[in-house]
């Protein structure tokens, strides 16, 4: 990118100097660096209506990289001009700064560097700064955040900053510049949790791991059962080849299979957790960490349903733009005018077919909806109560028309001895096994004696705890007494 280019910033020019609800605004900023997260951090503090001053060992020949309200000058110089510093240098070259160790005495050192993998050092990058300037006051920030979010704005990247430091004011100082360029401050405590912040850049979707690995089994397992049937079958007690219907229709098969599974699965450990509660009669006893972590993943199981349910749509639509699928068409047109067959309507097959898709398609849209709510923009603008219904009444909803779309494609077949290939069953009916235990739970649960007694568990009754209570004696007054919470 030419100076030009990183001379204009994508961010409007907006002066803040002056606005009392901005402190920090128009304080003079130094910056030591000339790579793209200090050229980038440069322009978004100008931008924000600081005043920047970057340090560089070639001032001249890296001044046009950066806004020309900036200034370019050489480290020392830079360091003198103001109290708050960002260190946007590798760790390696910590040791060049040494010679700055006395003018940076006082000053607030704001680390932004990461590794380049999780754990690289015993210590943190910012443990390390501070060990080599005990003088100064440093703080881990801004590391969380890429150059491209720092240049195009928060809005199209991450808002959060996170910020650790054994200095309160000097966190206060830097959660103030953070506020100003747009951000939202997040206090991480104390320098140990330096190593932390700086391992969160570095993780690949760690929320996304077991979801993802749980997809990727249920899809296994389910496409070598569908290939058995499909495939393998055929093949064995008919000599017949169909490995044609591997790339479709056995992968179309599969699909609807694991989104079917993996919605109900986003529902199972909330009744799970239910019935945990009726069972010991408190909310507070402590759910296994296996429900604990599968409560956490729901919204990633949800949305990796959603996308296979999508993949399914998309597949089905193709059904038809096959080749085989066209031979096979005209061998039944043929077959149909050697037997002279002048109506092969079905109108049982007929309904089945037109039920079976429209249901599909109101399963896939209330999905929609489902993911798009999970969307932090989108749940951001929903109160509790809206965000709760949505994901809860109409997910369970979408769990419930999911089953009448699998039950109407099953429809009689699932009682046609001709289905069971190698006696094994139907792909369709293995899947009703989790997503029906699910519904028949919270069926019960709507029961007016259980929900009544889970509604007060959730409102803090214990079992076996005792409560005061206040009851009219005979002459209209009121006398208090002690009853145990079990009656």
């Given amino acids: 990118m030419s100076g030009g280019d990183m001379a204009k910033p994508l961010l409007g020019h907006r002066s803040l100097e002056g606005d009392p609800s ?188 077991i979801p993802t690995f749980l997809a990727l089994g249920l899809f296994l397992c389910f496409f070598t059962y569908n290939m058995i049937r499909q495939v393998i079958h055929p093949y064995v007690r008919e000599q017949k080849n169909r490995l044609y219907k591997i790339p479709i229709e056995v992968v179309n098969t599969t699909l609807p299979c694991v989104a079917y599974v993996m919605l109900s699965l986003v529902y199972l450990p909330g009744v799970l957790a239910a019935c945990s509660q009726l069972y010991y009669g408190t909310k507070y006893r402590r759910f296994p960490d296996w429900l604990d972590q599968w409560l956490q993943h729901r919204k990633q199981i949800g949305l ?40 092969i309507w079905v109108e049982e097959e007929v309904w089945r077919m037109e039920i079976y898709i429209s249901v599909g398609i109101i399963a896939l849209g209330l999905m929609s909806l489902l993911a798009i709510t999970s969307l932090p923009s989108i749940a951001n603008s929903l109160n509790w109560r809206e965000f709760s219904f949505i994901q809860s009444t109409l997910g369970f909803i979408a769990l419930v028309i999911s089953t009448l779309h699998t039950l109407t494609y099953g429809w009689s077949r699932a009682f046609d001895e001709n289905q069971y290939k190698f006696y094994l069953p139907p792909t369709y009916t293995l899947t009703l096994l989790v997503p029906c235990t699910v519904i028949l739970a919270k069926v019960i649960f709507c029961l007016p004696c259980i929900q009544q007694r889970l509604l007060r568990i959730r409102r803090g009754w214990e079992k076996g705890r005792y409560v005061k209570f206040v009851l009219p004696s005979a002459t209209g007054e009121f006398s208090s007494g002690e009853t145990s919470s079990n009656v």
Avoid at 319 to 340: D, G, N, T
């Fill in 304 to 343: 990796l349903s959603f996308f296979c349910a999508a993949l399914h749509a998309v597949y089905s639509l193709c059904l038809p733009m096959r080749r085989s699928h066209r031979y096979q068409l005209i061998q039944m047109a043929v077959k149909q005018a050697v037997e002279k067959k002048m109506n």
């Fill in 22 to 209: 901005t402190p920090a605004a128009g304080r003079t900023i130094g910056v030591l660096g000339s790579g793209d997260f200090a050229r980038s951090l440069a322009i978004r503090l100008v931008c924000s209506g600081f005043k920047v001053v970057v340090g560089s060992r070639n001032p001249k020949r890296k001044a046009t990289l950066f806004p020309s309200a900036a200034e370019v000058t050489f480290q020392a110089e830079a360091v003198k001009k103001t109290d708050v510093i960002f260190v946007a240098v590798f760790r390696e070259h910590y040791s060049t700064l040494c010679d700055l160790a006395d003018v940076l005495a006082g000053k607030i050192l704001v680390d932004v560097s990461n590794n380049t993998e999780i754990n690289h050092h015993k210590e943190s990058n910012a443990e390390y700064l501070a060990s080599l300037f005990p003088a100064s006051t440093v703080v881990k920030g801004f590391n969380v955040v890429s150059a491209w979010t720092l240049q195009s704005g928060a809005r199209d990247g991450n808002k959060q900053v996170l910020i650790c430091s054994n200095n309160q004011e000097a966190k206060r100082t830097v959660a103030e510049i953070a506020q100003v360029m747009g951000f939202t401050p997040v206090d991480m405590g104390c320098m140990s949790s330096a190593c932390e912040i700086e391992n969160i850049p570095l993780r690949l979707l760690p929320s996304w791991k």
